[in-house]
């Protein structure tokens, strides 16, 4: 099963995030762009976990 690449942060909803991009994942697959999980200081408004870099993937 592979990770949910969610293309918008949860947070600021304007921030285009394309698989390649930085962002901040949870381990329910909770998606920030990186100013916003810096503010939220890498932690998930929806579940409480830590805010870790996603994995990015190419082509």
Do not use: K, Q, W
Not at 12 to 23: I, N, S
Not at 32 to 37: H, L, N, R, T
């Amino acid at each position: 099963m592979a990770l949910e690449m969610r293309d918008r942060c949860e947070r600021c909803t304007t921030a285009a995030l394309p698989a390649d991009a930085p962002a901040r994942i949870c381990s329910y697959e909770c998606t920030f762009c990186v100013p916003c999980a810096e503010a939220m200081h890498d932690v998930c408004p929806n579940c409480g976990g830590e805010l870790v870099p996603r994995p990015r993937r190419t082509g």
